[in-house]
């Protein structure tokens, strides 16, 4: 089960995506990445959003109150279907979850990896126990995530409405590319309009 995202996440390494992929030290304030594979009942998405939307600062963690902020945003990054949300009657389940705070080396700070079932509230490693060693590295910082999805009713995946926004207040932009049978295809869904119409895609 582990495999799942690895293997299905060489979907979004297509021209279509790689496009698209930008370097960490070049993204912008406000505005994150979501790519999504779609193929059968299976869903892979891959998230990466600015350590300043999610967190409100791009600093490695420094105080108590940072690492605590870090490790609430990578908890609630683990839970996807609380963030995407789609309609019950897809019957979509998490089989695999994971997030991570990432710096500019690409060292890993903190990280959550769940198989489906599992608890979310302390599912910490011990590499949050790291981030100390780095206090006093500037430069930026970027949360990514990857999750597996199974749906079992497809045909009603017609939607996804980001709670995202909701959920990290200074995040305002997700650029979104989903990889499907039909091809591939782009969107920005803005905080002001935080859902995205499937339909006919798949």
Same mark, same amino acid.
């Given at each position: 089960?582990?495999? #799942? ?10 021209? +279509? ?20 594979? &779609?193929?059968?009942?299976? #869903? #892979? ?15 490695? +963690? ?6 605590? +902020? &870090?490790?609430?945003?990578? +908890? ?101 590319? &989903? ?24």
């Amino acid at each position: 089960m582990k495999k #799942v995202i690895p293997v299905a996440l060489a979907v979004l390494a297509s021209p +279509a995506i790689a496009e698209g992929t930008r370097q960490l030290d070049s993204h912008e304030h406000g505005v994150g990445e979501l790519n999504i594979a &779609i193929e059968g009942n299976n #869903v #892979v998405m891959e998230l990466h959003a600015p350590g300043a939307d999610i967190v409100g600062f791009e600093y490695a +963690a420094e105080s108590a109150e940072d690492r605590a +902020a &870090i490790d609430a945003a990578v +908890a609630t990054l683990a839970r996807p279907l609380e963030l995407f949300v789609v309609s019950a009657a897809a019957e979509c389940t998490v089989v695999q979850a994971s997030a991570a705070l990432e710096s500019e080396d690409g060292h890993e700070d903190h990280g959550d990896d769940h198989d489906h079932g599992e608890e979310h509230a302390d599912g910490h490693d011990d590499a949050h126990d790291h981030d100390e060693d780095h206090a006093d590295e500037a430069g930026h910082t970027e949360f990514h995530a990857e999750y597996a999805l199974n749906c079992r009713n497809t045909d009603a995946l017609s939607e996804i409405t980001f709670a995202y926004f909701d959920a990290f207040e200074n995040a305002r932009e997700l650029e979104v590319q &989903i990889v499907s049978a039909a091809g591939a295809q782009a969107f920005e869904v803005e905080r002001d309009e935080p859902t995205l119409e499937l339909r006919g895609m798949f």
